[in-house]
């Protein structure tokens, strides 16, 4: 109960009894003065440990009290009910019975013991009240937990509930009722099917299952291995008949006959691999909302699975990437993650991307390099600032190129945010005031202009990629800065430097379209050149240098660490190929199995070995073959395979 409400009860009840103070004379007092029950306090059980044993306690008034620590102990409706309200307002009374109890002894205040006044105790409350309010607010965090801040939402796991938000109920509806449901925009429906349909009333997280989903058959389990420093350690396991399915999945995907793993899903809908592969050529030939369906049918049958104790909130769940059996949820979770921002689920998808990065934090897909992007669109800008403090306090993720400049732009937001709402109350009040910048938890935050100013100096090769793929359209201001020797000159002076500059660049582009962005980049821009100038005539100190010495130091090595990961994936583009094509590379290669996609080297060798298998065989067999959609041709070995592009 807050401390407004008690003190607004304790105020009437002091009304109550001046009323009825003031209403007597003290004789009648003495006398007269009323022997019914009290009315029921509703503040007796606040803070106590006591039973229901009310009437009781009522009746106990004619025990006399012995130990005058236990009043001391006792709650804010004992102190009421022994007159210590009374005693406060200055009109305490002696109570008599009139012949039909004894005279109740009082409570006399000890020099050794002093009772706490009404005052001081609403003080107290006021006081702890407040210091609960202020650990609320999502920056303040006096005890800061590694693992919580990626703790998942389940509010917001859901793509159909934040279309919901986004358009409205009656949008959704409407859309729902105009088509069939298999639109961009159609929700999922929860209703029992009539015959013999699904009946499952196991509660999922991350999608609604249709209504024609069969019940999941089982043969996917998840076991606990280990219980480490607050971290619990999962694993999938397969059953004996899901390693035979397993099998056949294999000789499927051997054949390269797509027709073959559709009859497999027929007849074992849940099979994890089966549905991966599926949806990846759905994904392949354009059809978005096809692979988009397979994918939360895998995704479904992977969370039936998940052991009792497998709790997504809590950011200590773990799960191995090198153990095959747990490779397809990440992959799935992945692609998941990607027809979520495709589609403008961006809250959604940085859930998603919260639980993979905490389900592994060696980050085998590159969910970090999502995770600024999907905070920034879902204008989760604080949020963004405590996960760089906390998650990366010791990974230094304030110098990759996707953080540096994604906090000075979240930092840009938080401003004019304070800005606008400064400028609401100013003219609701008709007083001028400034603009509120925002405060941090701890010690003071830099303006988005000097973060940018930093990340421009940190990473001056960026800027060009930006005012290129945005587009910035140039004026003179801007062919002045881009000329000038700080950005002309830039380079990337490491291979792993230059993949996360395309990285960011790929899908990052779209953040830097707004007017208003722009103009306060072209100010970040000019203020670095400035300082650029000034350090060339001596006049400034060499805090340019600085930067570029930070950047030397953090990206060392003439190899790629990053080069697992396909900038194709961080794009906001879906590209697809001809469904001829498709065959050329295999089917189903690299998907649900955690391999990495295939290499031109691998490619080579792939073709080399077809070549072997063909030779003593039918000319006029292998003739009529090739005319198969999926009869596998080979790969021209002086050519790329298309995924790797981007």
């Given at each position: 109960?807050?401390?407004?409400?008690?003190?607004?009860a304790?105020k009437?009840?002091?009304?109550?009894?001046?009323?009825?103070?003031?209403?007597?004379?003290?004789?009648?007092?003495?006398?007269?003065?009323?022997?019914?029950?009290?009315?029921?306090?509703l503040?007796?059980?606040?803070?106590?440990?006591?039973?229901?044993?009310?009437?009781?306690?009522?009746?106990?008034?004619?025990?006399?009290?012995?130990?005058?620590?236990?009043?001391?102990?006792?709650t804010?409706?004992?102190?009421?009910?022994?007159?210590?309200?009374?005693?406060?307002?200055?009109?305490?009374?002696?109570?008599?019975?009139?012949?039909k109890?004894?005279?109740?002894t009082?409570?006399?205040?000890?020099?050794?013991?002093?009772?706490?006044?009404?005052?001081?105790?609403?003080?107290r409350?006021v006081?702890?009240?407040?210091e609960?309010?202020?650990?609320?607010?999502p920056?303040?965090?006096?005890d800061?937990?590694?693992?919580?801040?990626?703790?998942?939402?389940?509010r917001?796991?859901?793509?159909?509930?934040?279309?919901?938000?986004?358009?409205g109920?009656?949008?959704?509806?409407?859309?729902?009722?105009?088509?069939?449901g298999?639109?961009?925009l159609?929700?999922?429906?929860?209703?029992?099917?009539?015959?013999?349909?699904?009946?499952?009333s196991?509660?999922t997280l991350l999608?609604?299952p249709h209504?024609?989903?069969?019940?999941?058959?089982?043969?996917?389990?998840?076991e606990?291995i280990?219980?480490?420093?607050?971290?619990n350690?999962?694993?999938y396991?397969?059953?004996?008949?899901?390693?035979?399915v397993?099998?056949?999945?294999e000789?499927?995907?051997?054949?390269?006959?797509?027709?073959?793993?559709?009859?497999l899903v027929?007849?074992?809908?849940?099979?994890?691999?089966?549905?991966l592969t599926?949806a990846?050529l759905?994904?392949?030939?354009?059809?978005?909302?096809r692979?988009?369906?397979?994918?939360?049918?895998?995704l479904?049958?992977?969370?039936?699975?998940?052991?009792?104790?497998?709790s997504?909130?809590?950011?200590?769940?773990?799960?191995?990437?090198?153990?095959?059996?747990?490779?397809?949820?990440?992959?799935?979770?992945?692609?998941?993650?990607?027809?979520?921002?495709?589609?403008?689920?961006?809250?959604?998808a940085?859930?998603?991307?919260?639980?993979?990065?905490?389900?592994?934090?060696?980050?085998?897909?590159?969910?970090?390099f999502c995770i600024?992007?999907?905070a920034?669109?879902?204008?989760?800008?604080?949020?963004?600032?405590?996960?760089?403090?906390?998650y990366?306090?010791?990974?230094?993720?304030?110098?990759l190129p996707?953080?540096?400049?994604?906090?000075?732009?979240?930092?840009?937001?938080i401003?004019?945010?304070?800005?606008?709402?400064?400028t609401?109350?100013?003219?609701?009040?008709?007083?001028?005031?400034?603009?509120n910048?925002?405060e941090?938890?701890?010690?003071?935050?830099?303006?988005?202009?000097?973060?940018?100013q930093?990340?421009?100096?940190l990473?001056?090769?960026?800027?060009k990629?930006?005012?290129?793929?945005?587009?910035?359209?140039?004026?003179a201001?801007?062919?002045n800065?881009?000329?000038?020797?700080?950005?002309?000159?830039?380079?990337?002076?490491?291979?792993?430097?230059?993949?996360?500059m395309?990285?960011?660049?790929?899908?990052?582009?779209?953040?830097?379209?707004?007017?208003?962005v722009?103009?306060?980049l072209?100010?970040?821009a000019?203020?670095?050149?400035?300082?650029?100038?000034?350090?060339?005539?001596?006049?400034?100190?060499?805090?340019?240098?600085?930067?570029?010495?930070?950047?030397?130091?953090?990206?060392?090595?003439?190899?790629?660490?990053?080069r697992?990961?396909?900038?194709?994936?961080?794009?906001?583009?879906?590209?697809t190929?001809?469904?001829?094509?498709?065959?050329q590379?295999?089917?189903?290669?690299?998907?649900?199995?955690?391999?990495?996609?295939?290499?031109p080297?691998?490619?080579?060798?792939?073709?080399?070995v077809?070549?072997?298998?063909?030779e003593?065989?039918?000319?006029?067999?292998?003739?009529?073959?090739?005319?198969?959609?999926?009869?596998?041709?080979?790969?021209?070995?002086?050519?790329?395979?298309?995924?790797?592009?981007?």
């Amino acid at each position: 109960m807050s401390a407004r409400m008690l003190r607004r009860a304790l105020k009437e009840q002091e009304t109550q009894q001046l009323s009825k103070v003031e209403g007597s004379t003290d004789d009648e007092e003495e006398d007269e003065f009323p022997t019914e029950k009290p009315a029921r306090n509703l503040f007796e059980h606040l803070g106590s440990e006591e039973t229901d044993d009310d009437e009781e306690e009522e009746d106990a008034d004619d025990v006399n009290i012995q130990d005058e620590g236990e009043v001391l102990n006792s709650t804010k409706s004992q102190i009421l009910k022994k007159g210590v309200l009374t005693a406060n307002l200055g009109k305490s009374k002696k109570k008599k019975n009139k012949g039909k109890r004894k005279e109740k002894t009082t409570v006399e205040s000890s020099p050794a013991i002093e009772e706490e006044s009404v005052d001081e105790m609403l003080e107290r409350l006021v006081r702890q009240n407040e210091e609960s309010a202020s650990t609320s607010d999502p920056l303040i965090v006096p005890d800061i937990d590694p693992f919580e801040i990626l703790g998942v939402d389940p509010r917001y796991l859901r793509a159909e509930d934040e279309l919901r938000r986004i358009f409205g109920s009656k949008v959704i509806n409407a859309v729902e009722k105009g088509g069939d449901g298999a639109g961009m925009l159609a929700g999922r429906r929860r209703q029992q099917p009539h015959g013999g349909g699904r009946v499952s009333s196991k509660k999922t997280l991350l999608v609604s299952p249709h209504d024609h989903w069969p019940r999941p058959e089982g043969g996917l389990s998840m076991e606990c291995i280990d219980t480490k420093d607050g971290l619990n350690f999962f694993r999938y396991s397969f059953s004996s008949s899901y390693q035979e399915v397993q099998k056949r999945y294999e000789e499927c995907s051997a054949s390269h006959d797509p027709n073959t793993i559709v009859m497999l899903v027929n007849k074992h809908p849940y099979h994890i691999d089966s549905l991966l592969t599926l949806a990846e050529l759905y994904r392949q030939m354009g059809e978005s909302q096809r692979s988009a369906d397979l994918l939360e049918k895998c995704l479904y049958a992977l969370e039936y699975a998940w052991h009792p104790g497998f709790s997504i909130t809590t950011g200590r769940c773990r799960l191995d990437y090198g153990w095959d059996p747990n490779k397809p949820l990440f992959v799935a979770l992945f692609k998941h993650m990607q027809h979520l921002y495709r589609r403008g689920c961006h809250r959604t998808a940085l859930e998603v991307c919260k639980l993979l990065l905490s389900l592994d934090p060696d980050d085998p897909l590159g969910s970090m390099f999502c995770i600024d992007y999907f905070a920034i669109r879902a204008e989760q800008y604080k949020w963004l600032q405590r996960f760089v403090r906390e998650y990366g306090a010791d990974r230094s993720l304030s110098l990759l190129p996707s953080f540096s400049f994604s906090l000075a732009l979240a930092q840009f937001h938080i401003e004019a945010q304070g800005s606008a709402s400064s400028t609401g109350s100013r003219k609701s009040s008709g007083k001028s005031s400034l603009p509120n910048l925002p405060e941090a938890s701890h010690g003071e935050i830099e303006s988005s202009l000097g973060l940018l100013q930093q990340a421009l100096m940190l990473h001056p090769a960026v800027l060009k990629r930006i005012v290129d793929k945005a587009p910035i359209k140039e004026d003179a201001a801007w062919t002045n800065i881009l000329k000038h020797h700080h950005f002309s000159k830039a380079t990337s002076d490491s291979p792993s430097l230059e993949h996360l500059m395309n990285i960011y660049i790929a899908r990052n582009y779209l953040v830097w379209r707004a007017p208003d962005v722009q103009a306060w980049l072209k100010e970040g821009a000019q203020a670095v050149v400035n300082n650029a100038e000034r350090a060339r005539t001596g006049s400034y100190g060499g805090e340019i240098a600085d930067w570029a010495c930070v950047r030397k130091e953090a990206f060392r090595g003439d190899q790629n660490e990053y080069r697992h990961l396909l900038v194709s994936d961080f794009s906001d583009s879906a590209a697809t190929l001809p469904q001829e094509e498709l065959q050329q590379f295999g089917f189903g290669l690299g998907l649900g199995n955690g391999a990495a996609p295939m290499r031109p080297e691998n490619a080579m060798a792939e073709a080399a070995v077809q070549g072997r298998e063909l030779e003593g065989r039918n000319s006029l067999m292998l003739f009529f073959q090739s005319f198969l959609p999926w009869f596998n041709h080979g790969v021209d070995l002086h050519g790329q395979d298309p995924r790797l592009q981007g």
